[in-house]
Nanobody, 117 residues
Framework: QVQVVESGGGLVQAGGSLRLSCAASGSIFSNNDMGWYRQAPGKQRELVATVSSGGSTNYADSVKGRFTISRDNAKNTVYLQMNSLKPEDTAVYYC???????????WGQGTQVTVSS
């Protein structure tokens, strides 16, 4: 079974930065497509960013130019660097791991990010 664990959330002022980390185990990490989602109260869960096993990245329009997803396969970890944070970025952020060929997406427990105005 794949375990996905996020860390790094917290409270930050608008304009500040946070870096989220996500460690995944139970599969060959380099074969995982990895992603970050977020869900704010009363809103639909939305895709924030993805990085494929091949290193290709994709971002939601709302975070382009501010957030960067990256992976360190040697550490079995994916990161989400969040800069120029806005109050509308406030949400629970979830990490996902999808091992190639497994037909399954594994979710972490989420980490709270709160951006104050």
């Amino acid at each position: 079974q794949v375990q996905v664990v996020e860390s790094g959330g917290g409270l930050v002022q608008a304009g500040g930065s946070l870096r989220l980390s996500c460690a995944a185990s139970g599969s060959i990490f380099s074969n995982n497509d990895m992603g970050w989602y977020r869900q704010a109260p009363g809103k639909q869960r939305e895709l924030v960013a993805t990085v494929s096993s091949g290193g290709s990245t994709n971002y939601a329009d709302s975070v382009k130019g501010r957030f960067t997803i990256s992976r360190d396969n040697a550490k079995n970890t994916v990161y989400l660097q969040m800069n120029s944070l806005k109050p509308e970025d406030t949400a629970v952020y979830y990490c996902t791991a999808s091992p190639s060929g497994w037909g399954r997406v594994y979710w972490g427990q989420g980490t709270q990010v709160t951006v104050s105005s």
